[in-house]
């Protein structure tokens, strides 16, 4: 079993930037990637980004060159670091951590970008 806590939400400018950050517990050591998942109203959750274990990272093509995925092995933290936000990134925002097929998902965070 994996815990997962994801944080770092909040309401910034066209333009800003703003860092999730993904608190892993439990058998964190089974891990085989994490991804970022985010939902707007209406629509269906869309994948975001991904990061398996060591450098290995994806990207989604709307936010490649904007967002990047990290992790800090030390603190069992992910990072998602979102530069030059935009007005459609508005959405609540969701970790997981996939161990042998199992998803484990966060709480999620709420993200709003304002024009």
């Known amino acids: 079993q994996v815990q997962v806590v994801d944080a770092g939400g909040g309401l910034v400018q066209a333009g800003g930037s703003l860092r999730l950050s993904c608190a892993l517990s439990?058998?964190?050591?089974?891990?085989?990637?994490i991804g970022w998942y985010r939902q707007s109203p209406g629509k269906q959750r869309e994948y975001v980004a991904s990061?398996?274990?060591?450098?290995?990272?994806n990207y989604a093509a709307s936010v490649q060159g904007r967002f990047t995925i990290s992790r800090d092995n030390a603190k069992n933290t992910v990072y998602l670091q979102m530069n030059s936000l935009k007005p459609e990134d508005t959405a609540v925002y969701y970790c997981?951590?996939?161990?042998?097929?199992?998803?484990?998902w966060g709480q999620g965070t709420q993200v709003t970008v304002s024009s």
């Open positions: 997981n951590a996939q161990v042998g097929g199992r998803w484990y």
């Open positions: 990061n398996w274990s060591g450098p290995l990272t």
């Open positions: 439990g058998s964190t050591s089974s891990i085989d990637a």
